[in-house]
């Protein structure tokens, strides 16, 4: 449950630490990077070359820019997500002809997505059984997906059980720096479909969700929530963010 909640107070703090410098609120002026700083105290020491580049002066929302993530689940997943998507899809998959899925990866992957299979939907993201086989079953991996009821169905159950996942030793050799990843599906009549991950991963600085994908992603997880006038209206507002007088207006169109 952390998992989402600590994305929320970052945020929060964030907010409530330029609320109190508004108001002359001070605090050490080497909380940062001091002898008894905050890289110190928790991670070991200051590296040169970013202290160089110096505190505030370097936006990585500006550059190299902000990543967007198509799906509610591990960013080192989507790539493999959207491979998947891009087999079944492609090849028209039926799931009901699929007899079983091999996924091969790295463990800067298979470290951290460490369910094989997944009870509920708090588990299912970190389980690559569960989130390709949401891609399997449905085609899309969103909030209606991301439920008790969907990952515990008798469907949802089975088809986990039919994929495997690999630790591939010529992946691994390749580094960890970047994530890569291979599906191969197995037909019930023997025949098999391939799939390399996109290494640029959809969402980042270097493939950007585009507008009509982003307009999706708020339209499936406001459906059932906002009606779609006001969801049109939000995504009217958000577009122009940047020219609202006041952002409590994204605040009130978000409300049921």
């Known amino acids: 449950m952390t998992k989402p909640l600590h994305v929320g107070r970052a ?3 964030g907010v409530t630490a330029a609320l109190l410098a508004a108001q002359g609120f001070t605090a050490d002026p ?3 990077d001091g002898r008894w700083g905050f890289i110190q105290v928790q991670g070991g020491g200051v590296t040169d070359q970013k202290t160089a580049q110096g505190f505030g002066k370097t936006w990585s929302i500006v550059e190299p820019g902000v990543s967007i993530k198509p799906y ?3 960013i080192v997943t989507h790539q493999s997500m959207d491979a998947m998507l891009k087999l079944v899809t492609g090849k028209n998959v039926d799931p009901a002809k699929v ?3 091999d996924f091969h990866a790295g463990s800067n992957i298979l470290n ?3 369910y094989p299979i997944a009870n509920n939907h708090l588990q299912a993201k970190f389980s690559m059984a569960a989130l390709l086989s949401m ?3 449905r085609r899309r991996a969103g909030r209606q997906e991301f439920t008790d009821a969907f990952i515990q169905s008798l469907e949802t159950q089975d088809m986990q059980r039919r994929i495997k996942t690999h630790l ?3 992946i691994e050799a390749q580094g ?3 994530i890569r990843s291979r599906i191969e599906i197995t037909l019930k009549d023997g025949s098999k479909l391939t799939e390399w991950a996109n290494e640029k991963y959809r969402g980042g600085p270097d493939n950007p969700m585009s507008d009509k994908d982003l307009e999706g992603k708020v339209a499936a997880c406001t459906s059932g929530i906002l009606s779609d006038q006001r969801r049109d209206a939000l995504i009217a507002a958000a577009w122009e963010a940047d020219k609202l007088p006041d952002a409590a207006r994204l605040a009130k169109v978000i409300q049921p």
């Open 30 to 32: 080497e909380s940062l």
């Open 176 to 178: 960890m720096d970047i």
């Open 112 to 114: 951290p997505i460490r």
């Open 168 to 170: 591939d030793p010529a």
């Open 99 to 101: 007899e079983r899925i």
């Open 11 to 13: 945020s929060e703090n």
């Open 72 to 74: 509610p689940s591990g």
């Open 135 to 137: 891609i399997v079953l």
